[in-house]
């Protein structure tokens, strides 16, 4: 197989393949919607020459359940649970989200109260996912029966603490429905901050625990070094955004650059890679969970009191009625930017939005699949889709 | 060799682990306590007199997501306690095999008529089961533990005028300047 | 008693005592593994889960077999046996003590080697005869490995045959009960040739860190893919009887079988098996697994080189031995 052709492919990895040997056989392996790892429902049609990869297409919608569309039926003051369910792993961002972009139509101010909480609930929920998104990954190189199961188990062992602080505050582990438009629903309890402590003390303990046995082991790096990478020219050309696009060397981050809610009011140290490959993204990922950890210590017990909701909470279904208007919010999710764009119903108001639009970071980073696949082996194909953190939950909607 | 000696080290971490006592338990031996707001299922309430709270003003059919709520009526009469007219439910169903758990119709009810319990897994044995009529809303009043959220108390913590005295004057904080690099931060045109 | 009816015998003891014992190593290695990753492993059937393996086999055998579409029946039915055949008959040669041992060969350890290498092809009609891509790509990657890993499993085995000057498995435990252990004397030759011994094992067996031919999350399940029910059941248990055996051999090989400071006798046979078995067990849920062409990589570079290094050693300090 020649090495030049990968290249070419690489550039532009829908050329078609009969310009390829033809007398080489290549065969299409059907990485399919149903497999242990395809982080959701994802497919990838992967033209193998023997165990290279000489083309991957990747496939989505498998998991498209019309939310945005669904949400053009519903008032504001319902889409929140609803939309809690795209990116199913980090439903704090989901709802922050949403609800930015409406109160930027509403003209509604947050307290400062609640723009405080819905930081520390943001970096938990950060915590929270890349804990599971480091337990995947290990699962994705080492196996559901071995090494990475122990890994997995151990990360959403620590998961389970912040789902614990989730629980006690809100009432749900997951899906908490605790934002709304102005504020948060959910007040903290007295002994929440108490709780919080104990938990990330835990976490950032354990981390030493995880580098022990990922990024400082060499059948790890021997994975992850060198495979998957992605320049910063192409992050950019392909909006990839998050770790994926800090682990290219590019130093964007949201909350640095474009602050939101109470983000101008502490210090976020940006974690950058130069390499562009799985392991600066995993590691990007570590750091960014230690940052996190950080972060929250120093937030969490000065909480400054107030209202925690800046507008009337929600009585009846149609009470917030928004005039025309369009808006976009975006925030910094554990995948990337995700953003929501809404445009309100014309005329006098209207309850529900006339179009809502979710720019999901999973997509952009699936986008990239074409690009950084070809030239590897099928093995690396998994290690690279779980390097960039995909949920199809928020790509498909 | 480098291998080696890295083997160890995770062999090393997973030795400790051994040694650390077990997350998991036996479940339905042992069962771990949930928080006071936790939310798993309904239960209609009845008032202090003994009287039904729901007066069937159709706030939680109207807020629910998932549109799983159907209230039935009834015609408006007098309380046998106050001697007011009130309105009166005939029939509240509730679908929990599509409910999304998201606590806005506890929160709309203007009477803290239905709250969510805390009693966790309310399994049922066919999908009929958790298709939870009226009588079986009541009964959860007695059998299951109830959460702490009802309508009342969530519109109080929400209350935009909360802690407003105790607080001191903040100004409002400055509004951040995107850089023109950025495509980021939120724009917004138009009014409410 | 005559010959056949000795190895009938045996025979029968050794394979219903191996399969028991193998059912219940898995107990073992869940709870463990279990305990490893902080939660409890098996423990509703019978206490402390120790009917677990019975539940498991019953589970198993009232599935229903399914043959994929154009899947060879006879290839696909034929490999699991032969993998479970290949591995209790390796235990075939195996000193459990100082007279226990199913047949006495000459060529011991030539046979275990050869039955190795024998129990390539299961794993490859499996694959073959699955109709199923997936399936076929771990039997290639099976293969390629199994047969790499060949040759340092030999050489690092021949080094105990050549410091014992026989291939006879009880010829070896009785030189290392008179001189000394092979991993501790001669200094040297013995423990590196049991390092490689114990990485090939881990690579004939396909276990973590060298499963690519089972790698569940870019394989679904490798050569088992299409296999249900019982099959999969003889696949799974003839992969833990090979592991078992292989850490008995080695026991044998390397750490002098059943000789032990007291009292000599099949009780320090099985703790070293144990020993060994549970060490194989912590590596498989510790680590991640090598991608294939790494793993070739350090089989041809590393291993294999190193190995014919410690087999030259071993051969000059027996020159030198007899010099004494």
Known sequence: ?397 | MGYVLDSLRSMGVTMRNLFRAPTTVEFPKVKRPRSDRYRASFALLHDEHGEELCIGCLACERICPSAIITVVQAPKRESAVTGKKRGWCADLTLDLNACIYCELCVQVCPTDAIIMVRTPEQPAFEREGLFLSMAKLYENEKLLEPSWGTGTKLLEMQDPKRGAEEAPKKPAPAAVQPTPADASGSTSEGSA | MSFLLHGLLYGAVVGSVLLTVTAWAVWFERKFSARMQSRLGPTIVGPVGLLQPIADALKLMQKETIFPDNADRFLFRAAPPFMVVFSLATAAVVPFGPDMIAADLDIGVLYILALAGLMLFPVWIGGWASNNKFALLAAMRGIAQGVSYELPLVLSALVPVVLAGSMSLSVIVSFQAEHGWFIVWPPGPGLIAFGIFFVASLAETNRIPFDIPEAESELVAGVTTEYTGMKFGFFYLAEYLHTLVSAAVAAALFFGGWHGPWVSGLHWFVLKTLVLFVSIFWIRWTLVRFRADQLMRLCWKWLVPISLVVLMAAAVAVQLGEGR
Request: proline letters at 5%.
């Open chain 1, 1 to 397: 197989m020649s090495v030049e052709l990968t290249a070419q492919r690489r550039a532009d990895p829908y050329l078609d393949l009969e310009d390829y040997d033809p007398e080489a056989d290549l065969m299409v392996l059907n990485v399919g919607p149903q497999h242990p790892s395809t982080h959701g429902v994802f497919r990838m049609k992967l033209y193998l020459d023997g165990e290279v990869i000489v083309k991957a297409v990747p496939y989505v919608g498998y998991l498209h359940r019309g939310v945005e569309k669904l949400c053009e039926k519903l008032t504001y003051t319902q889409v929140t649970p609803i939309v809690d369910k795209n990116d199913y792993v980090s439903p704090m961002m989901n709802e922050q989200a949403i609800n930015m972009a409406f109160e930027d139509l509403l003209g509604v101010e947050v307290p400062r109260r609640a723009r405080w909480l819905r930081t520390v609930l943001a970096e938990l929920q950060r915590i929270a996912s890349h804990l599971l998104w480091l337990g995947t990954f290990t699962l994705d190189l080492g196996g559901a029966i071995g090494g990475g199961s122990t890994l997995f188990l151990y990360c959403f062992r620590e998961r389970e603490l912040v789902l614990d602080i989730f629980e006690e505050l809100t009432g749900c582990r997951f899906h908490y429905n605790t934002h709304t438009i102005g504020g948060n629903r959910h007040d903290i309890t007295p002994g929440w901050a108490k709780m919080v402590h104990e938990a990330i003390s835990v976490i950032e303990a354990r981390t030493h625990e995880y580098e022990a046995m990922v990024t400082r082991n060499g059948i790890y790096a021997d994975r992850t070094r060198g495979i998957g990478v992605i320049d910063a020219g192409l992050a950019m050309e392909l909006g990839l955004t998050g770790p994926a696009l800090r682990g290219s060397g590019v130093d964007h981050d949201l909350r640095r650059d474009a602050p939101y809610h109470a983000y101008d009011e502490v210090e976020v140290r940006v974690q950058t890679e130069a390499a562009g490959d799985c392991m600066a993204r995993a590691l990007v990922r570590i750091r960014e969970m230690r940052e996190s950890v950080r972060i929250v210590r120093e937030m969490v017990d000065g909480v400054p009191e107030g209202p925690i909701c800046g507008h009337r909470p929600i009585k009846l279904a149609t009470q917030t009625k928004i005039k025309a208007g369009q808006a976009y919010a975006c925030l910094e999710s554990p995948r990337g930017e995700l953003g929501t764009f809404v445009i309100a119903g014309g005329g006098s108001g209207t309850a529900c939005p006339y179009r809502l639009k979710i720019r999901p970071p999973s997509l952009h980073a699936l986008a990239a699949v074409p690009y950084i696949m070809p030239g590897h082996m099928v093995s690396d194909a998994v290690a690279i889709l779980g390097s960039l953190d995909p949920i199809l939950g928020e790509a498909d909607r």
